[in-house]
C-alpha cells in the first residue's frame, strides 16, 4: 500500500510541476507494482525507453 501512496503522490507532484504524466506512462508505473519489479529493473526499463524514445525523434528530424 505504501507504494501506491506514493505513486499517487508522484502523480500529483507531475501535475502541480505542469508535467503530467499520461495514460500510458500511468499504465506503466502500474504494470511495474503488478508485476512486482525491483527499483533497478524500473530504472533501467525507463532508461532503455527514454533512449529509444530520443533516437526516434532524432530519426523523424
Same mark, same amino acid.
Given at each position: 500500500m505504501n507504494r501506491l501512496k506514493h505513486?499517487?503522490?508522484g502523480w500529483k507532484l507531475q501535475e502541480i510541476e505542469n508535467n503530467p504524466?499520461? @495514460?500510458? &506512462?500511468? @499504465?506503466? %508505473?502500474?504494470? %511495474? &507494482?503488478?508485476?512486482?519489479?525491483? &527499483?533497478e529493473r524500473r530504472r533501467a526499463y525507463i532508461l532503455t525507453?527514454?533512449? @529509444?524514445?530520443m533516437k526516434e525523434s532524432l530519426a523523424a528530424e
Open positions: 505513486r499517487y503522490e504524466l499520461t @495514460a500510458e &506512462d500511468k @499504465a506503466m %508505473f502500474e504494470m %511495474f &507494482d503488478r508485476e512486482g519489479w525491483d &527499483d525507453d527514454i533512449e @529509444a524514445r
